[in-house]
């Protein structure tokens, strides 16, 4: 590994800290909801991780999606 090497993966772990912290002061607009955009529901903080910016609960994103 020479110093162009740990250069870059110095840039990318800059980004990635920088990214992280973005999201964390993101506005709400950007970031997942705490309720459901549709009904106000509660959107559970698991399917909030497993979908970062998920604005629709279970409930109203399936009747969207579903046909
Ligand atoms: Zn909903």
Sequence with gaps: MD????????IEWRLEQAM???QQCAPS???SRAVCKQCDEPIPAAR???????QFCVECQ???EGR
Excluded at 3 to 10: G, L
Excluded at 48 to 54: F, I, N, W, Y
């Design 29 to 31: 607009s950007l970031s």
């Design 3 to 10: 110093k162009a090497d740990i250069a870059n993966d110095y």
């Design 62 to 64: 399936t009747a969207m």
């Design 20 to 22: 992280k912290a973005r």
């Design 48 to 54: 909030r991780e497993a979908l970062p910016g998920v």
